[in-house]
Every structure is written in C-alpha cells, then in structure tokens.
C-alpha cells in the first residue's frame, strides 16, 4: 500500500559527493518525518539524518557539515546531499518514511530497500 524507494547511491572517490533521493508513494495521508539510516558490514545501523514534517533536522555527528538532508513534500521525497565523503562513510542507507497512512489514519514507519554507497580512497 505504501512503498518508500531509494536511489543514487553508488561508488565515489574520497572527497567527492553523492545525492541521494526517496520517494514514498501508495496510500498516503501524511508524512510526518522521514530519515537516512546507514549500516556498514559488522556494524550496528546509524542514525544518519532526520527531518521531521515541521522542517526540524537532527544529523549524526560524524555527518555534520558534510551531509544535508532535504525535503520537497509535494513529492513525498526527502534526499541527502553528501558532500566531503570519507572512506568511512561506506555503508548501504537506507531511507525511513513515518507515514500515516489512509487507510487507518494511524501512522507506520516503512523501509526503503537500501542503495549501497562506496567511498574509495
């Protein structure tokens, strides 16, 4: 009934920037944040970027100053515009839509299927 899918990721030279986007779509009333987690091979997954219906931002640490999370509602799309990327920043991200949906008014949170971003030295 609601899908959330990511796209853009893929491999960047250290330095370089990505843009990655998500888009949620299907039985949607209202959105009322939507985030970017990540997660590295033998690592818990991260929070790396929220933004809430309201605008408010939270960034993890590692991620400030680099990273940027933006929205456009009339799409339903949130993205993150990664920029200085490091080495360490290789993990596949995953997008978070918190979602009332239609057809109860009660809201979910639903998944994106990953994109895997490389950072190479």
């Known amino acids: 009934q609601v899908q959330v899918v990511e796209s853009g990721g893929g491999l960047v030279q250290a330095g370089g920037s990505l843009r990655l986007s998500c888009a949620a779509s299907?039985?949607?009333?209202?959105?009322?944040?939507m985030g970017w987690y990540r997660q590295a091979p033998g690592k818990q997954r991260e929070l790396v970027a929220a933004?809430?219906?309201?605008?408010?931002?939270n960034y993890a640490d590692s991620v400030k100053g680099r990273f940027t999370i933006s929205r456009d509602n009339a799409k339903n799309t949130v993205y993150l515009q990664m920029n200085s990327l490091k080495p360490e920043d290789t993990a596949v991200y995953y997008c978070?839509?918190?979602?009332?949906?239609?057809?109860?008014?009660?809201?979910?949170?639903?998944w994106g299927q990953g994109t895997q971003v490389t950072v190479s030295s």
């Open positions: 978070n839509a918190r979602i009332i949906v239609r057809s109860s008014f009660r809201e979910y949170d639903y």
């Open positions: 933004i809430t219906g309201g605008g408010s931002t």
């Open positions: 299907g039985s949607i009333f209202s959105i009322n944040a």
